[in-house]
């Protein structure tokens, strides 16, 4: 069961990401992602945004804001693909098909 939260959650990530205009920064996603009924800890949103990361689906800048290091995501072009169900990745939850 806790794989297919976590599934869900990445792809809510990414649907976020796409919501947002392709990036946003790891406040932003925590916010969305309770909008997608996962209120989950800013360290896990980290951890699923350092895992995207891994898999080719984001790119995370890392700024330096007054001693805190906040990651900013962009999608990726696979990242696309994937939330829009034409690729599939271990680990990503496969979007519903739309009608």
Same mark, same amino acid.
Not at 51 to 75: F, M, S
């Given at each position: 069961?806790?794989? =297919?939260?976590?599934?869900?959650?990445?792809?809510?990530?990414?649907?976020? /990401? &796409?919501?947002? !205009? @392709?990036?946003? %920064?790891? @406040?932003?996603?925590?916010?969305?992602?309770?909008?997608?009924?996962? @209120?989950?800890?800013?360290?896990? &949103?980290? @951890?699923?945004?350092?895992?995207?990361?891994?898999?080719? =689906? *984001?790119? !995370? !800048?890392?700024?330096?804001?007054? +001693?805190?290091?906040? /990651? *900013?995501?962009?999608?990726?072009?696979? +990242? /696309?693909?994937v939330t !829009? +169900?034409?690729? &599939?990745?271990? +680990? *990503?939850?496969? $979007? %519903? $098909?739309?009608?």
């Open positions: 069961m806790t794989n =297919l939260i976590i599934a869900d959650q990445r792809l809510a990530l990414l649907q976020s /990401l &796409v919501a947002c !205009n @392709n990036d946003a %920064n790891q @406040n932003i996603l925590q916010t969305c992602l309770a909008q997608y009924g996962h @209120n989950i800890s800013m360290d896990l &949103v980290r @951890n699923h945004m350092l895992w995207l990361e891994e898999q080719g =689906l *984001v790119k !995370n !800048n890392h700024l330096d804001i007054t +001693g805190t290091d906040l /990651l *900013v995501a962009t999608i990726t072009q696979r +990242g /696309l693909d !829009n +169900g034409v690729s &599939v990745v271990d +680990g *990503v939850k496969k $979007p %519903n $098909p739309r009608y």
